[in-house]
């Protein structure tokens, strides 16, 4: 049924012409307002439905767990700036990630360091640069992983300390959009999906092409019309994503987030794009500009780039 309904749009939106000559049609409700390509709303498209499945996309989270069960090389690059936006120290790696009998270990073939990159036990001297090796480094040996999403749920139970902010880090980064426990101010401000959020931000669905592929662009924006004290409820200055209009997966996401608080600020853009390595969909490069600051550490900019190749099972 879904290919029917692709192939009525892919007609609906050549015989209309080109995308830019399409109008857009916004609709109010919820206390949100939506902007829909004139050609959905004639045509009386399942918008509703096609919402739904975005709100609940998982495809975006199994994407990274199906690095866990493959073989693939990585190039690193992470530096680490001061406040006039000069490398203090870095770090520029080749890895290859290893899967045998169930388990995954990890060589890294190359590395130069600048600055005080690590302390004189080789431990990272920046919370950046761990929490890049919690997402995309392998200690050790690990056995018995998959790559099933279900069940999966990523947790603060139980953590603490540097543990917690790491799953902290990850429900961010895989599901923005959604709130956050244990984050003081702020933490309930990332739903984006509940009434308080729609009369804050304004969401736009449309179709575009995307590397020569027709997709579906999901993007959240701020209201530009927010008085002083609502505007202080902004977290999320934009994200969009990109997915494909047969399955429904992300393709690329892009999304900023800045917040200042008495104890904490940051300003943080990330942008990742994903690739399709067998059936499976995987990341292929992710990049990472931050700005933060926390009470009792010190502030830390960083940039960095993860970039995923030579993909094998």
């Not at 498209?45 to 709100?55: A, G, H, M, S, T």
């Not at 690095?67 to 290859?96: E, P």
């Not at 200042?260 to 853009?269: I, R």
């Not at 600051?293 to 993860?306: C, D, G, P, S, Y």
Request: glycine letters at 6%; hydrophobic letters at 35%; one cysteine or more.
């Amino acid at each position: 049924m879904r290919k029917i309904i692709i192939g009525i749009v892919f007609l609906l939106v050549y015989a209309n012409g080109t995308f830019s000559q399409n109008k857009d049609t916004t609709i109010y409700g919820d206390n949100g307002k939506l902007t829909l390509p004139d050609v959905f709303v004639r045509n009386n498209f399942d918008y509703k439905k096609l919402l739904q499945q975005i709100k609940e996309d998982t495809s975006f989270y199994k994407a990274f767990r199906n690095l866990r069960i493959l073989n693939f090389s990585s190039y690193n690059d992470i530096r680490m700036l001061d406040k006039s936006g000069n490398v203090q120290a870095s770090s520029y790696s080749k890895t290859r990630q290893n899967r045998e009998n169930g388990c995954r270990t990890m060589d890294v073939l190359e590395e130069k360091t600048t600055g005080d990159f690590y302390d004189s036990k080789h431990r990272y001297n920046y919370i950046t640069a761990e929490l890049y090796a919690a997402l995309f480094f392998t200690k050790g040996k690990v056995c018995g992983e998959d790559n099933i999403v279900k069940g999966h749920a990523i947790s603060t139970e139980k953590k603490s300390g540097i543990d917690k902010h790491k799953e902290q880090l990850k429900m961010l980064f895989f599901n923005p959009g959604k709130k956050i426990p244990g984050i003081p101010f702020f933490g309930d401000k990332l739903d984006l999906y509940d009434a308080s959020a729609h009369k804050i931000y304004d969401y736009k669905l449309d179709i575009t092409d995307y590397q020569g592929k027709l997709c579906y662009i999901f993007s959240i924006k701020p209201k530009e019309d927010l008085g002083f004290f609502k505007r202080d409820d902004v977290v999320i200055d934009e994200m969009t994503t990109w997915f494909d209009m047969k399955t429904l997966e992300v393709l690329a996401r892009n999304y900023s987030l800045s917040y200042k608080a008495g104890l904490y600020d940051f300003d943080v853009s990330m942008e990742v794009e994903m690739t399709r390595f067998q059936d499976m969909l995987i990341p292929k490069v992710l990049r990472y500009k931050g700005n933060w600051n926390v009470i009792f550490k010190k502030r830390e900019r960083a940039l960095f780039t993860a970039t995923i190749f030579d993909v094998k099972k």
